[in-house]
């Protein structure tokens, strides 16, 4: 199974942008997806996950400016970012998780779609 990533692109500081995560497979309605980024230079991190049933969680560095959502219907999990800042610049990536708190995954890793924060 693997999802594919969309919605990048270049943002000022404090701006919004929207990712969307996609896929045609079968186990997407049953499935928690989580969202990660990796940032020049650093390791892949988990930004925050939504389960089968809409609950979600996030990375202390996102609370507040990051939401999670997700439509069944269109087997779709968008990532809505706001008040970005320069440090929030990375690929980021989504991917299924065995668990809620997306210890580990078992999706293949998409190219991901790059985000820049930049003035």
């Known amino acids: 199974e693997q999802l594919v990533e969309s919605g990048g692109g270049l943002v000022q500081p404090g701006g919004s942008l929207r990712l969307s995560c996609a896929d045609s497979?079968?186990?997407?309605?049953?499935?928690?997806v989580g969202w990660f980024r990796r940032a020049p230079g650093k390791q892949r991190e988990l930004v925050g996950a939504i389960t089968s049933g809409g609950t979600t969680n996030y990375a202390d560095s996102v609370k507040g400016r990051f939401t999670i959502s997700r439509d069944n219907a269109e087997t779709t999990v968008y990532l809505q970012m706001s008040s970005l800042k320069p440090e929030d610049t990375a690929v980021y990536f989504c991917?299924?998780?065995?668990?809620?708190?997306?210890?580990?995954?078992?999706?293949?890793w998409g190219q991901g779609t790059q985000v820049t924060v930049s003035a």
């Open positions: 991917n299924y998780c065995t668990d809620s708190g997306c210890r580990l995954t078992f999706g293949s």
């Open positions: 497979g079968r186990i997407f309605s049953r499935s928690t």
